[in-house]
């Protein structure tokens, strides 16, 4: 895995009063003067209300955008400097992302998925299929390596977007409300991944608006209004904490994706 060599070594990802200003019919200020480190090896979760800026921030540490003001350095290299082609460089071998609607290939199996990253690197194609292989068991998947997206359940997809997301060793996982196409039994299966991964040193940055999926993390970043409204740190004792919502939940999702 890669490391800054500047001062911020010791993270993952450092933004510096940052601004993100949509010109529309009239300036939407995204982000608004953003200060933030997430250090190598951490778990942070991201909440708060629609517009509070939670995608713009996603998307800015995912080097799928570039700030209007301020600095993004990511794994060690600044973000607004980059040309589009170095920034997807860096994005595809420094960030891993998991997304809610999963986003696999449909006409790839699940071993193809976990692999195809990999080739935008260069790595030989018995490689990627080992490493593949290797994610997939490590998610519970082993017996699923040959099944396509629509053979699998939602949270079997969810793992294979897993496995996807951490397929290069990237620096940091992106995850994007990735329960919310999940049951409860299922989403806690995912989220102990989630934390088994982060235990074995991968920096995790979960955004949601579900308080327990939150309390999974060692902190939350709150955002309001494109601003930090505060940064709650949670001891051991807290995380996870909270109570998830009730099976036969009443907020429209489907139900068990086992």
Do not use: W
Request: hydrophobic share 35%.
């Amino acid at each position: 895995m890669a490391s800054g060599s500047d001062a911020t070594t010791g993270s993952a990802v450092a933004l510096e009063d940052v601004r993100k200003t949509y010109r529309l019919a009239e300036p939407v200020h995204a982000l608004d003067g953003v200060t933030l480190e997430i250090p190598r090896g951490s778990y942070t979760a991201i909440m708060g209300p629609s517009g509070s800026g939670k995608s713009t921030l996603m998307n800015l540490v995912g080097c799928l955008d570039t700030p209007t003001e301020g600095s993004v350095v990511v794994d060690g290299r600044e973000v607004a400097g980059l040309g589009e082609r170095e920034r997807t460089r860096l994005r595809g071998t420094t960030v891993g992302f998991v997304f809610q609607t999963f986003n696999l290939m449909p006409r790839l199996n699940a071993l193809e998925n976990v692999a195809l990253p990999q080739l935008f690197q260069g790595v030989g194609r018995n490689e990627r299929r080992e490493r593949a292989r290797t994610l997939l068991e490590r998610v519970g998947l082993g017996d699923r390596t040959d099944h396509m997206p629509n053979e699998l359940s939602g949270g079997q997809r969810q793992r294979v977007a897993l496995a996807r997301a951490l397929v290069n060793d990237p620096a940091i996982v992106l995850a994007d409300e990735p329960s919310g196409n999940l049951d409860t039994e299922t989403e806690a299966d995912v989220l102990d991944l989630f934390a088994a991964f982060h235990e074995g040193g991968t920096t995790m940055v979960v955004v949601t608006h579900e308080r327990h999926v939150a309390e999974r993390a060692e902190r939350i970043v709150h955002l309001l209004d494109g601003r930090i409204e505060r940064i709650e740190e949670l001891e051991p004792t807290d995380r996870g904490a909270g109570d998830p919502p009730e099976p036969g939940r009443s907020d429209g999702r489907p139900g068990s994706n086992r």
